[in-house]
Each structure stands twice: as structure tokens, then as C-alpha cells.
């Protein structure tokens, strides 16, 4: 039996082999599944000396146990064998606390929370590294977080998005700065109860210096100043709202730094620098902002970043205006928070292509915005049969099951001109998993089937 084993063949796990190859630890990888890919990976991997065990979950009966088990983000971290392994007193962590052990002398940005996270971590960033600070963007996006630890040059800064599945596999992270940006039930099936879930993000933000929270999400401002006494809040919707004597707030217009009770606000950019829609992103705005204040970032510098942030793909991207309409990538829009969001956030009114994997959630805000905001709606995936009975619940009748994405945006594109519709909108409120990898992909083959469709619809126009 190895020294230490790591448990999933992602990118993160075999980051985390790696690093700990070159720490001089004795490491096997092990998959519990096999794919032409991970085949693939396996012989790359058997030639740097890391044994990889594919279809297979290590076998801890022998006398020989690892020292140190790594798990993957996606690994559950109740599955029997971490349990068993636990219980035998071996160590086990997830592949970003690894990391924070090989890079806790350089200051860390941990940004969670159940949307928004993602917008707000490629924003920070991009105001970090507009400073001038060699500042990755790592975990959830961008790097793992151990191919930062297996870099030469160490960064100024980290930028880290983190899930609950990886905060809740840290023993000792620790950032400098934490944000939360909101707070909804989601990953339920994991996670068991809605308290289980906001104690395992509360953790990250327990052991952060200096605290950042969206004071616009209601559950986190109901949790307010009793639980965070001493972090700083946000609001858009003016110096009014917030919920504490420090923050960031939205005024005329203007972002607005108020660092303390007797400070004077200070304005820093206006909100219209800023290309993305919608009053999330102006919320996300304010959380990126307040980081860059809070680690001595000038206002220049932030001024110069949000002027040129171009958004983030699968996040309301615009994909292409063809005859007036706009086709909008929200492949990212998870769950029913999510997709309500992105209704909200373009204009009206919008054809809906939405399903896929279900998630376990609250979906009576997201079916009001689609009886408001949506003209018509596609139905794809696994996800379609029980979302037409919802709609029918509700009394929306005009959606039409089409199973595909082939199928769904040239349906869109005939939708939107027979209601006059603006916007062609991929806001799934689901997972991929019943017919894509990951929501990238979904967001992808939308993608480049919008751009076919604009294509086709340039060619047909110039042979009449």
C-alpha cells in the first residue's frame, strides 16, 4: 500500500498527485470508473511514476494503510471507504487543503456561496492582476488549486472559488479575505439538511480575517450582524440597506466605500463601467470591489479592470443578435435560483430553453418569472416531462417538449419571431449530467449551434 492515495482522476486529483510526488510521498491515483480519457491520462501518468488504478476503490483490510488519503471535489465525502478510512485514523483531505499546506504563506481570496460565485472570483481577479499582483484564479475555476502549489513562480495572491464540497474536505484553510455571495438550497441530495449546508460554508468565512457578505440575499442579512458581527456588507440598493456601520453600497449610481462608522463614503467606480446585466452582477460588482479595498488595491486599477471585464462564458453570454434577437448562454444557471435570475436579467419578451438533470429545490419563484418574463418555453432532457406538468400546474401553457439542443434553437429562433421575442435564452435550472459532462458543454454545443442557425439563416437570406 502506498504512502498516500488520491481518490479521482480529475484535473484536481491529479494535480494533487503531483504535488505530492514532488513533496517525495510514495502516491497512487485511483478512479472507481474507466473511460477511453482516463485511459489516456493513466499511461501519461505511469510515465512521471504514478501508478493510476482505474474501475477501482482501494482496499484498506490490509495491515499497510496510507498515511494520507486526497479526495477529489466531486468525490462525496460520506462514501463508505472515506468513512471507513476516518474511522482507522487515517488522514483525509480534500486536494484544495493540500494545497493551502504547500501555499498558506501567500494571502488567499475564498469566494463561496450558491450562485454568483464564479462571476465574482473571475472579477476579483482580474481587479488583482489589473493592480499588478500575479494573482491565479483557482479551484472551482481556472486552476486547480495544486497546479498553483506546482508552479515555480508563486503568486502574489490567490483567487479562490470554493464549493461546499471543497471547503467541507479543508481542515486548516484559512483565507485573508472571505466572501460570501448568497445563500439558497442547493446540493441538498449531499449535504442532508439546509443548516448542514450554510455551517459548511460558514466555516470558510469563521476562519477568514476579514469577512465580505452579500446583504442583499435574504438568508444571509436574516443571519446578519448575530452570526457576522464584524464583517463588511453590500447592498445596490443604497447606504440604507445595509445592515452594518461598514461596507459597500450602490448610490446614484455609483459604487460607495464606507470602511467604518466615522469614515466618510468615498466613491470608487460607477456601475455602468461594468458590461454585464443584471442587479446580480451589480451585487457581484460590489463583493470584487470591497476585496480589491480591503487588500490596498487603488481605485485606478479598479476603474481600468471592471471597464474591461468581459464576463464570464455560460454566465448570461451573449452569443450572437441575429434579425434583432439575442441568443444568451446561461448554461451555468444550475438550479431554480439561478435560472430566475437569469430571466430577470434580459429583457422581455424571452424564449426559454430550460431542463436536464433536476435538482431538489424551491421552484415556485422561478415558475412566476417564467409566467411573467417568457413568451414561450423549450423542455430538454431528462428534467422535461415533470417541468411540463409544473407549467401546466401553474396554468403556462405554451411550452412544447423538444428532448434535444439540435432540436431546441431552431425551434427558438421561429419562436422568437412568431412572439416578437428579444432574447433566446439557454437558463436551464438544471444539471447536464443526463446528456453533457459538465454545464460548459451544454453552454458549448448551444453555442455553436446558435451560430450555425445564424449561419444558415445568412446564407438562405443571400441565395433568395
Not at 472571505?178 to 468565512?205: C, Q, S, V
Not at 444550475?334 to 424551491?362: M, Q, W
Amino acid at each position: 500500500m502506498p504512502e498516500a492515495i488520491v481518490i479521482g482522476l480529475g484535473k484536481s486529483g491529479v494535480a494533487a498527485a503531483r504535488l505530492l510526488k514532488q513533496e517525495g510521498w510514495e502516491v497512487e491515483l485511483n478512479d472507481s470508473s474507466t473511460s477511453p480519457t482516463l485511459l489516456k491520462q493513466q499511461q501519461e501518468l505511469a510515465t512521471e511514476k504514478i501508478p493510476v488504478k482505474l474501475g477501482h476503490i482501494p482496499d484498506l483490510n490490509n495491515t499497510h494503510l496510507p498515511k494520507l488519503i486526497v479526495v477529489s471535489p466531486g468525490v462525496p465525502w460520506d462514501i463508505p471507504i472515506l468513512v471507513k478510512a476516518r474511522d482507522l485514523g487515517i488522514e483525509t483531505i480534500g486536494e484544495m487543503e493540500l494545497a493551502w499546506r504547500n501555499l498558506q504563506n501567500i494571502p488567499w481570496v475564498g469566494i463561496t456561496g450558491t450562485n454568483g460565485k464564479t462571476t465574482t472570483t473571475a472579477l476579483t481577479a482580474a481587479i488583482f492582476q489589473a493592480a499588478g499582483f500575479n494573482a491565479p484564479a483557482c479551484g472551482n475555476i481556472g486552476l486547480a488549486a495544486c497546479e498553483v502549489a506546482l508552479a515555480v513562480e508563486k503568486p502574489d495572491w490567490i483567487i479562490g472559488e470554493l464549493s461546499s464540497y471543497q471547503i467541507e474536505s479543508s481542515v486548516t484553510l484559512s483565507p485573508r479575505i472571505g466572501i460570501w455571495t448568497t445563500f439558497t438550497p442547493d446540493h441538498l441530495a449531499r449535504h442532508k439538511t439546509l443548516e448542514n449546508y450554510y455551517n459548511i460554508k460558514a466555516k470558510l468565512l469563521n476562519n477568514s480575517q476579514l469577512q465580505i457578505f452579500n446583504g442583499d440575499d435574504a438568508y444571509l442579512s436574516k443571519r446578519g450582524l448575530s452570526d457576522w458581527p464584524n464583517a463588511y456588507w453590500t447592498s445596490v440598493k443604497g447606504k440604507d440597506f445595509l445592515i452594518a456601520e461598514k461596507g459597500f453600497y450602490i448610490e446614484n449610481g455609483w459604487v460607495i466605500e464606507k470602511l467604518s462608522a466615522t469614515s466618510t463614503p468615498t466613491p470608487i467606480i460607477e456601475v455602468s463601467a461594468l458590461r454585464m446585466v443584471g442587479e446580480h452582477n451589480q451585487q457581484n460588482l460590489l463583493m470584487s470591489v470591497a476585496a480589491a479595498r480591503l487588500a490596498g488595491i487603488n481605485i485606478d486599477a479598479i476603474s481600468h479592470a471592471v471597464r474591461e471585464f468581459p464576463g464570464v462564458p455560460h454566465r448570461l453570454e451573449h452569443i450572437c443578435t441575429w434579425e434583432g434577437i439575442d441568443f444568451i448562454n446561461d448554461s451555468k444557471a444550475t438550479n431554480y435560483d439561478a435560472a430566475e435570475v437569469g430571466l430577470s436579467s434580459v429583457k422581455t419578451p424571452a424564449i426559454l430553453i430550460a431542463g436536464g438533470e433536476a435538482k431538489a429545490g424551491d421552484d415556485t419563484g422561478w415558475l412566476a418569472k417564467i409566467q411573467d418574463k417568457a413568451a414561450a418555453v423549450l423542455l430538454i432532457g431528462n428534467a422535461a416531462p415533470a417541468f411540463a406538468e409544473r407549467l401546466q400546474e401553474v396554468e403556462y401553457t405554451n411550452f412544447e417538449i423538444v428532448e434535444t439542443m439540435e432540436k431546441a434553437v431552431p425551434k427558438s429562433a421561429e419562436l422568437a419571431k412568431l412572439h416578437q421575442a428579444s432574447v433566446v435564452l439557454l437558463s436551464p435550472a438544471c444539471a447536464s449530467f443526463d446528456q453533457y459532462p459538465n454545464f460548459e458543454i451544454r453552454g458549448d454545443h448551444f453555442r455553436q449551434l446558435c451560430l450555425m442557425e445564424q449561419n444558415s439563416g445568412v446564407r438562405s437570406q443571400n441565395s433568395e
